[in-house]
């Protein structure tokens, strides 16, 4: 009868996941026709596919096609997807892009970070101030403040050397130092992150218990470090590279877990197993680690779906416009301004300063990955998650319009520069587009 159960269960589990994967290819599809990149859909269409579904079917019918244990179930495999994705993401938040310009890189970092976190605790004090208790929840204060804080710091990298790539702006002065800036926001954006989910225990013994926790699991990813460096590792991985990077794997599951198991999220276990390995040249992980990355992000959607059925179905009523507005708009002004200001101190041009602001407001998976960390610690509460969601999805959509409109203002000042019946100085627009990142 047990075996009977499991396999029923197996095989409900895997129906959803096929229509999981089914609502994800549609979210692709319809982001592709609507020039946003296809992220941006699959993220859309897995947060609301729970509320959509509820609402269509009704709460029995519901539960009955997403019973309790398959949902269980579905969260385990979003939490592990999630934790193989996010080793991909972190190996490669610590390597950079090629060579970018060190000096802006810093301005853009240091202005894309200082006033966003100062705009988070705007937000934060706007919750407290309107005693806004739906959203505010019952966090330690500075827990609570410095993890909203976190949250609209954050630049996804991913999504945007995706805008990058399909814009022809990997290469652009533009691109280059945005990529390097947003690269060094998310490294500090997470170690601020463990500090906040330290700090929510609320207690010095609670602090002490959760530093305990962070260092057990930095050894932890530093012995696999050490191990990784090791001659028989690099004569295994030349001879069986599947199974050394499967054991890879394996052990990032287990340090997450180990981190869950004591207080912390499983996604700050997976984030230092994924800055611990190595990345130097010598270094022969990188396929490894991009297989194991793409493993997880194949089934990510499902942690879409799970977050859209366990945060945003009880949330709407919740959350207030007022709260909703104000996260979007200090978000867009944090990051903008920051970003603008970060660049011209770094020396570039108003053209590239204005690309790099908008690149800089590009949040998209990071933002849900922080999100669900916050949630999971108990320190965000769903209505707030709601508006941070709404934020980072608009921002994240509006990144490719705003540049089309930078590119159309910036090609008008270049027509009403030339003097009328002369024509254009030879090269002028092709050196324009090979700095800026105009797509050709």
């Not at 200001?341 to 690309?355: F, N």
Request: net charge positive.
């Amino acid at each position: 009868m047990e075996a009977i159960d499991l396999l029923t269960r197996t095989a409900h589990v895997l129906g959803i996941l096929a229509v999981i994967l089914l609502l994800a290819w549609a979210g692709r599809a319809a982001a592709r026709l609507l020039r946003q990149p296809e992220v941006i859909g699959e993220i859309t269409a897995g947060l609301l596919a729970g509320p959509v579904a509820l609402h269509l079917l009704g709460q029995g019918a519901f539960d009955a096609v997403l019973p309790g244990p398959v949902l269980d179930t579905l969260k385990l495999i979003s939490k592990a997807a999630l934790a193989l994705f996010l080793v991909g993401l972190a190996h490669k938040l610590h390597a950079g892009p090629a060579a970018p310009p060190r000096r802006t890189t810093a301005w853009v970092a240091a202005g894309s970070l200082v006033p966003p976190l100062l705009s988070g605790l705007l937000l934060a004090g706007l919750v407290l101030v309107t005693d806004d208790t739906a959203a505010r929840g019952d966090a330690p204060t500075a827990s609570f403040v410095l993890m909203v804080a976190v949250a609209m710091s954050i630049t996804a990298v991913p999504v945007m050397a995706r805008i990058l790539t399909d814009r022809g702006m990997s290469e652009s002065s533009a691109g280059r130092v945005a990529l390097g800036a947003a690269i060094t926001v998310d490294g500090v954006g997470w170690l601020l992150c463990m500090l906040a989910i330290s700090l929510g225990e609320g207690s010095l013994g609670g602090f002490l218990h959760s530093a305990l926790a962070l260092l057990i699991g930095a050894g932890c990813a530093l012995a696999i470090r050490f191990a990784l460096r090791t001659g028989l590792a690099r004569t295994a991985y030349g001879k069986t590279p599947r199974t050394v990077a499967m054991a890879l794997a394996v052990a990032t599951l287990a340090v997450a877990i180990a981190m869950e198991k004591m207080g912390m999220t499983a996604i700050v276990g997976a984030a230092l197993v994924g800055f611990a390995i190595p990345r130097d040249e010598d270094a022969p992980w990188a396929p490894a680690v991009d297989g194991i990355a793409r493993s997880g992000r194949y089934l990510v959607p499902a942690f879409f779906v799970v977050t859209g059925v366990t945060v945003l179905n009880g949330s709407f009523s919740q959350a207030s416009w007022l709260l909703i507005l104000a996260t979007f708009l200090l978000a867009c002004v944090g990051k903008g301004i920051g970003g603008y200001l970060g660049a011209r101190l770094g020396g570039t041009r108003p053209a590239t300063a204005r690309r790099v602001a908008v690149l800089m407001n590009t949040r998209g998976l990071t933002e849900l990955i922080v999100l669900q960390a916050g949630l999971s610690a108990g320190i965000l509460t769903a209505p707030l998650v709601l508006a941070l969601v709404v934020m980072a999805l608009a921002t994240t959509a509006l990144t490719g319009p705003f540049l089309d409109l930078l590119d159309l203002l910036d090609h008008r000042e270049r027509r009403a520069s030339v003097p009328a019946g002369s024509p254009a100085p030879a090269g002028e627009p092709q050196l324009v587009l090979a700095t800026e990142g105009s797509p050709r």
